[in-house]
């Protein structure tokens, strides 16, 4: 009787647990789910517009691969309206079978307007949801982010994924704009200074935009996505814009070159490019300094490169040459961060990070200068040392320019 | 007479220490000089164990409540005694609690919480019968799954390009008032001074040479390892968002990306606060229990189903997340100190001023006698 008794407890919590662990609440059927792999916020008639790229699982399948004349979009793309994001987003489901599904979203691209507004509560909802990620990439656009969505990318299926590779490629390989995930906006907008950049992305081209299936079937296309200038935000506001060559600058102060191709002219000040190294690896080293009352901020720039194109009349095979060519290199950097300096600076907008790294060296100094930062930011001059080494030549020595003229005499 | 091994202790303080806390932002208040704040705390609790193991080395074979009674008499110690069981229960009911929100928020949005609740104190109530030397044994297990997990993801996270060295600058810029602030009394009491427990479970053990030692690493490592654990969180998210995080860590693992596989971790964080605290509330679950049994002086399971009935009950009287968390860190914070720093202070005092009537051999033997006369009776 005893051991009966006591199986039967030692069988009721097991029992209990089974029944318990199935979990049939949080079930999620993956064919009751719509995957979004992009979505855009923008403001319209004092109204959030939410809008999705949901991908279509059956045209991205395998076996559609080859295509067949009347194939079917890859992704279709859909807008609610309402007074906050979320209610926008519940909206999803008076018009949807499925349920969206944010896990998979690659990119955020934001309309003009809901940037001037404000996008605060668009990072709040990203910081409290726990299924949509925090990095995400975010774009601006110049018109509504739907346009954006609604281009179809050629050689990717998924549109939302191809944004994000074209970001993380000219991230990697050039380095004029970097990609700007939702943490990181999170972080900079919060950060000392209240600045933050973000890249834009926009149609280009006139004519039909490539919605339709049918526009990939030409071998070139009349408007394609593209990445350009550089938004800039006062907290969670967008206030400007930055030119590409601006974002270059910046990025060279901020030490967040990674690799790059770093064009120069032959002599120093003209504008006509004539020769470019590939820059390998650079370290920028950002240093707040005190002199006479007067803050100075002093970057010093250490990289290695290696020459790609020599259109100068300058023999690299020689030390001379190549001494000659870093110091053109380096004059480059240095107009370009100088560049980038004078715009922020007209702006007074501190996307340099001068205020962070002022705060870290010295916080007492920092107290003093948080209220009127803004007006102390122009003010600050930047002092540069570029020491660019150029390792490499490549698989040539002189330039066949001038071995032609060589020739020629 | 159960009986655990050494080893199993210090087992037992790392994941009972680790619990939840790597999850939490401790000592927000600090912004990015958290970390300090830990370690002062962390220095102000190891004094605190020193203090327990003094305490318990005039005893060893006695645990919190035969102490309190040997300190202050039967009747004021079987006074603190239930006041200790209460608050044993507390502690647990807010891991319990945790538990139920945690897996809410992260991931069973729509499963009933007390669904949760109810698999996690049954699982909880099940180790407990089984005896403490059942629940030992899983912890050795569990232990390296753990530390293992932590490292897996720490690797990942500096894989993943995502830490800042210069995120924890500038170091103690408002100098060390707010430190200290953030340290006490709310770190100390939360985690670390919770070690209060284990003054229930060393007369369990075989062999009690250089239990000292052992409780003292196993101590140092786990508070080291969670200075670390906040350095990183720092380091990753910087002050705002860590500070403002329900739970950093999982923020931090949520952007580690590595070779484009390497994505969207959190449920393995999620299974290490599962883990961990599920331990923490076992171990406070089984105090409180044992320590009602004893006041009782009863050897049935029954103390087991009422503590466990009573958790279970109590996790609910919080109406949300935000009263639970105020709860917590206003309200909780100012009599923890009462359990966890004055009365073991006060047997302290008692047990020093009592030391010429009852030097240590002598009390071993009689405190053997009376075991004895428990086990026989």
Redesign the interface.
């Known amino acids: 009787m005893l051991i009966k008794l006591r199986i039967l407890t030692k069988s009721f919590p097991i029992l209990l647990l089974c029944t318990l662990l199935t979990g049939c609440w949080d079930r999620t059927e993956l064919n009751k789910i719509g995957i979004t792999s992009a979505t855009s916020i923008d403001w319209v008639n004092n109204h959030w517009q939410v809008s999705y790229q949901l991908v279509i699982p059956q045209s991205i399948s395998s076996q559609s691969a080859m295509g067949t004349s009347n194939q079917q979009a890859p992704v279709m793309v859909f807008s609610t309206v309402g007074d906050s994001i979320q209610t926008a987003i519940q909206r999803a489901s008076l018009e949807m079978p499925r349920t969206l599904f944010f896990a998979h979203n690659r990119v955020m691209i934001i309309g003009e307007d809901a940037a001037r507004k404000g996008i605060g509560q668009l990072i709040d909802n990203y910081l409290r949801s726990a299924t949509s990620r925090e990095t995400v990439s975010v774009l601006i656009t110049r018109g509504t982010g739907r346009k954006i969505l609604e281009q179809l990318v050629p050689m990717e299926k998924i549109p939302g994924a191809a944004i994000q590779n074209m970001l993380l490629n000219e991230d990697k390989h050039n380095s004029d704009l970097k990609q700007v995930m939702v943490y990181q906006l999170a972080m900079s907008m919060s950060g000392d200074s209240g600045y933050s950049t973000v890249p834009e992305i926009f149609i280009a081209g006139r004519g039909v935009e490539s919605t339709n299936v049918e526009e990939l079937k030409s071998t070139k296309a009349e408007t394609k996505l593209k990445m350009g200038r550089l938004a800039v935000f006062k907290k969670d506001q967008l206030i400007g814009w930055l030119s590409l060559n601006d974002g270059f600058g910046i990025n060279w102060i901020m030490n967040r070159i990674d690799q790059t191709v770093l064009f120069f002219s032959c002599t120093p000040g003209s504008k006509h490019v004539q020769s470019a190294v590939h820059i390998i690896h650079a370290k920028t080293r950002l240093k707040p300094t005190q002199q006479n009352g007067q803050w100075v901020m002093k970057a010093d720039v250490q990289a290695t490169a290696q020459l790609i194109e020599n259109g100068c009349d300058i023999d690299p095979s020689k030390r001379e040459g190549i001494k000659a060519l870093e110091k053109l290199a380096n004059h480059a950097v240095t107009t370009s961060m100088q560049d980038a300096l004078r715009s922020t600076q007209a702006m007074k907008a501190d996307v340099l990070g001068f205020a962070t790294s002022i705060h870290k060296k010295d916080p007492k100094a920092w107290k003093q200068m948080k209220e009127n930062w803004d007006e102390i930011f122009p003010q600050i001059p930047l002092e540069t040392t570029v020491n660019i080494s150029i390792e490499r030549l490549g698989m040539s020595s002189k330039s066949f320019v001038d071995i032609l003229k060589g020739k020629q005499e | 007479m159960e009986r655990i091994s050494k080893f199993q202790l210090a087992m037992m303080i790392i994941l009972f220490q680790i619990g939840s806390t790597p999850l939490f932002a401790l000592g927000g208040k600090a912004k990015q000089d958290s970390w300090l704040a830990m370690l002062a705390a962390a220095i102000c609790g190891l004094f605190l164990l020193l203090m327990f193991l003094f305490i318990q080395r005039r005893a060893p074979d006695k645990d919190l409540i035969g102490l309190l009674r040997l300190c202050f008499g039967n009747i004021i110690g079987n006074f603190l005694g239930a006041a200790f069981v209460l608050y044993f229960a507390y502690e647990s009911m807010r891991n319990v609690r945790d538990f139920g929100e945690i897996t809410t928020?992260?991931?069973?949005?729509?499963?009933?919480q007390l669904?949760i609740m109810?698999?996690v104190v049954?699982?909880a109530?099940?180790a407990i019968c089984m005896g403490i030397e059942a629940f030992c044994r899983v912890v050795e297990i569990l232990t390296p799954i753990v530390i293992c997990s932590y490292s897996a993801l720490v690797i990942l996270i500096f894989s993943s390009n995502l830490v800042k060295l210069?995120r924890l600058?500038?170091i103690m810029?408002?100098g060390p008032v707010p430190v200290l602030k953030a340290a006490f009394p709310d770190i100390v009491s939360f985690p670390f001074g919770q070690t209060v427990v284990f003054f229930m479970l060393y007369k369990l053990l075989y062999n009690k040479k250089k239990f000292c030692r052992v409780s003292m690493i196993a101590y140092s490592s786990v508070a080291l390892f969670l200075i670390l654990m906040n350095m990183l969180d720092m380091m990753v998210?910087?002050p705002?968002?860590s500070g403002?995080?329900t739970i950093p860590f999982l923020?931090a693992v949520?952007?580690i990306?590595v070779g484009d596989f390497l994505?969207?971790l959190?449920v393995f964080v999620t299974l290490l606060l599962f883990l961990g605290l599920y331990v923490k509330l076992t171990m406070f679950y089984w105090a409180s229990a044992y320590g009602l049994a004893e006041l009782l002086g009863t050897k049935s399971k029954l103390p087991i189903y009422g503590v466990g009935a009573v958790i279970f009950a109590t996790s609910f009287l919080e109406p949300d997340y935000t009263y639970h968390v105020w709860l917590g860190i206003e309200v909780s914070v100012k009599f923890f100190p009462i359990f966890q720093v004055l009365i073991p202070l006060m047997m302290f005092v008692a047990i020093l001023i009592r030391k010429p009537h009852s030097p240590p051999p002598l009390a071993d033997t009689k405190s053997n006698n009376i075991m004895g006369e428990e086990t026989i009776g």
Do not use: F, W
């Not at chain 2, 928020?105 to 009933?112: A, E, G, Q, R, V």
């Open positions: 928020i992260t991931l069973l949005t729509s499963t009933p669904v109810l698999i049954v699982l109530a099940y210069d600058l500038p810029e408002n998210l910087g705002t968002l403002e995080s923020q949520q952007l990306q994505e969207r959190d």
